[in-house]
Nanobody, 125 residues
């Protein structure tokens, strides 16, 4: 099993920045695609950003393109999401996800086998 633990969430004003981190541990074999998703009450979990096994390829939701940057450090088993120019509509619980078989970034949540417990991001207007 792989365990994922997110950190870095919090409350920030509109236009501010936050950096989320995700620490992976457990039976990590090789490197696979990882991603960030977010969810608000009563809504489906939605894709935010994903990154390939080696960090060479990234993919973003249109709503965050140009404002968010996903990156990873495989040597440290860490995934990051730098969030700039935050808007109230970015308020959600953010989840880190890891695939068990895909190496290229995917926006489909069913391509990911492991999930963290989530970290709250609140953007005040």
């Amino acid at each position: 099993q792989v365990q994922l633990v997110e950190s870095g969430g919090g409350t920030v004003q509109t236009g501010g920045s936050l950096r989320l981190s995700c620490a992976a541990s457990g039976r990590i074999r090789g490197s696979y695609a990882m991603g960030w998703f977010r969810q608000t009450p009563g809504k489906e979990r939605e894709f935010v950003a994903a990154i390939s096994w080696n960090g060479g390829s990234t993919y973003y939701a249109d709503s965050v393109k140009g404002r968010f940057t996903i990156s990873r450090d495989n040597a440290k088993n860490q995934l990051y999401l730098q969030m700039n120019s935050l808007k109230p509509e970015d308020t959600a619980v953010y989840y880190c996800a890891a695939s068990a078989s895909y190496v290229y970034p995917s926006a489909d949540r069913y391509d990911y086998s492991y999930w963290g417990q989530g970290t709250q991001v609140t953007v005040s207007s």
